[in-house]
């Protein structure tokens, strides 16, 4: 890596704070990766942090890079991008992790970033440069991973309990938790594989605007393993909060219940990650774990909690887009970034 030694202090500064972010995606998102095998008591939270942030890390060895294409140049043109526009993107995104994160609602990083991207390429630019297929992808995204988590995981959950009908409870609850472990290292996978991309993304167009890509758009080796470990060490910190929302508030898990929830949303985010779509890894879960409740008896979901999650998603973008607008004004009108 020649970064340090070519680039500039403000460059280096912007690299920094976009791993910043990707450490602050895996605190704000462990949750999505633990709170099943969690909530069924399989794992104890401090050992199911360090599983989980090994199979972050190792994503990238399973997975192409088709997400950090879409946001490195699919949500803007990447002739647009300069450093106010990036300072204005993660500013906007970080802010709104961190006050949904104290407040424990389980809202997307990965919508928070690409809202603050548009945010601050809109205020530069209006509308000309925003690339409306990839955004299109990344809002039908917002519905069918979620949709397709639930689905998934509710198939699974009446498939499984049609196939242990006979099961003893002990037979059955031994064999899903270590089946958990399982279900768990894969949506891991789909968590490093699909999150840590949108960063990696953010890195690289920000390297081409500064024309230290050779050729044409790619993201170097060296970015992919700064995100992934960045995102790992985040996840290692936890995210006791919206473990708690995710694992218990909206129903109650079982260990049979915890693995369809995590196989169901694992699928949803290894078919999302070849396709090139960033989604979220937060909707994906919830949408899972409502689905194996709801598989149960639909009053075993307490809909409330699930309507509020709903409406988080539904701010997430427009309020990260605004915030992202306003650091890219704060950073042109501070003179510190052009």
């Known amino acids: ?17 976009a791993l910043a972010f990707d450490f602050l995606n895996g605190l704000h998102d462990a949750a999505n990766s633990i709170a099943t095998i969690v909530s069924t008591r399989v794992l104890p939270a401090r050992y199911a ?53 104290i407040a424990g609602i389980p809202s997307s990083s990965s919508h928070a970033l690409i809202g ?11 509308l000309d440069p925003v690339v409306w297929d990839g955004v299109y992808k990344t809002i039908a995204g917002i519905v069918v991973s979620p949709a397709l988590g639930f689905s998934l995981a509710m198939v699974l959950a009446l498939l499984v309990s ?14 899903f938790r270590k089946l ?41 080796l060296w970015v992919v393993l700064s995100c992934q470990a960045a995102m790992a060490a985040g996840t290692l910190m936890g995210g006791w909060r919206i473990v708690h929302t995710m694992g218990s508030k909206i129903t109650r898990l079982s260990p049979q219940q915890g693995f369809c929830a995590e196989t169901g949303g694992a699928i949803t985010l290894f078919l999302a990650t070849h396709l090139g779509v960033p989604v979220s890894t937060t909707h994906t879960i919830t949408g899972a ?39 890219y004004y704060l950073a042109v009108l501070a003179g510190r970034v052009v």
């Not at 196939?163 to 609850?173: C, N, Q, R, S």
């Not at 309507?307 to 605004?322: H, Q």
Request: charged share 5%.
């Open 289 to 327: 774990i409502v689905g194996v409740g709801a598989a149960r008896r639909a009053s075993a979901v307490r809909w409330n909690i699930a309507g509020s999650i709903v409406w988080a998603w539904v701010f997430t973008m427009p309020m990260a887009g605004l915030m992202g607008a306003g650091f």
């Open 116 to 126: 603050g991207l548009l945010g601050a390429g809109v205020a530069k630019a209006g």
């Open 49 to 101: 942090v360090m599983w989980a942030a090994f199979f972050n890390f190792i994503a990238f060895l399973f997975f192409g890079l088709h997400v950090a294409q879409t946001v490195g140049k699919g949500i803007l043109t990447p002739g647009i991008i300069s450093d106010a526009v990036i300072f204005g993107a993660l500013g906007g995104a970080i802010t709104w992790n961190v006050v949904t994160w």
């Open 162 to 175: 049609w196939l242990f009908v006979k099961a003893t409870p002990a037979m059955a609850d031994g064999a």
């Open 1 to 17: 890596m020649d970064l340090v030694a070519t680039a500039g202090p403000l460059l280096i500064f912007l690299v920094v704070v």
């Open 180 to 220: 958990q472990f399982v279900s768990a290292s894969l949506y891991s996978l789909g968590h490093g594989g699909n999150d840590a991309q949108k960063t990696m993304g953010i890195i690289a167009v920000l390297l081409y605007s500064h024309g230290m890509l050779k050729g044409a758009f790619h993201v170097p």
